[in-house]
């Protein structure tokens, strides 16, 4: 990957239960945004959080940034079978506007 | 709401032709970027295009090439085809004004070379 890792590669678990996912990345970074994208789709934006934030959430997803380590986890709580989908993080640097995408974590979900 | 448009979105190809990939950017937005995606790959950056001039620039191969027109369309344009170009190629919009970094996705055009 151009930017860096995510972990683990692969994830299974029960609907229910809750899914995480780390980033690794390698640059200062402007803003670190995740993506999910169902198998052979276009990729979709789920949330962004900025290089100034710690913390954020939206409905079942709750991501979080650690700068000092240049990592980035994202939580996928009570897990339905529809979220079965790769999930991406992607960096975007201070002196341009394009993303650099980790390397995917594939979510399977099982009903 | 509209999104972003791909086609084709299926393509074959013989090793050494020539391919061409539209992408027509959500009504507004003045960036489109495109991006390649092999099998089990992350999508890797290729190149970007603000206000019709090229704004960033990736791992492109020198075979390929794009532009952006004064519709705000973009066609990225691949040449003397290698069977590793075989992937699926994204174009994504977005808008400079709205400043929040998030990226519009297409569905992708799956480029296979026989």
């Known amino acids: 990957s151009q930017q860096g890792e995510e972990d683990p590669q692969a994830l299974s678990i029960q609907e229910g239960e809750n899914a995480t996912m780390n980033c690794s990345y390698k640059?200062?970074?402007?803003?670190l945004q995740w993506y999910r994208q169902n198998s052979g789709r276009g990729l979709v934006h789920l949330i962004l959080?900025?290089?100034?934030?710690r913390e954020k959430h939206s409905g079942r997803l709750r991501v979080t940034l650690d700068t000092s380590k240049k990592s980035s986890s994202l939580l996928i709580t009570a897990s339905r079978a529809a979220d079965t989908a790769s999930y991406f993080c992607?960096?975007?640097?201070?002196?341009?506007?394009?993303?650099?995408f980790g390397t995917g974590t594939r979510l399977q979900v099982f009903p | 709401a509209a999104g972003v448009i791909q086609s084709p979105r299926h393509l074959i190809k013989e090793k050494r032709e020539t391919a061409t990939l539209k992408c027509y950017p959500i009504?507004?937005?003045?960036?489109v970027y495109w991006y390649q995606q092999g099998p089990g790959q992350d999508p890797q950056f290729l190149i970007s295009?603000?206000?019709?001039?090229?704004?960033d620039k990736g791992s492109i191969p020198d075979r390929f090439s794009a532009q952006q027109f004064s519709d705000y369309h973009s066609e990225l344009n691949m040449s003397s085809l290698e069977l590793g170009d075989s992937a699926l190629y994204f174009c994504?919009?977005?808008?400079?004004?709205?400043?929040?970094?998030?990226?519009?996705f297409g569905e992708g055009s799956r480029l296979t070379v026989l």
């Open positions: 009504p507004r937005h003045d960036t």
């Open positions: 640059t200062s970074i402007n803003n």
């Open positions: 959080i900025r290089s100034n934030e």
């Open positions: 994504a919009s977005s808008y400079s004004g709205f400043n929040t970094g998030e990226l519009f």
């Open positions: 992607a960096t975007a640097t201070y002196n341009t506007d394009k993303l650099i």
């Open positions: 295009f603000y206000e019709k001039m090229q704004s």
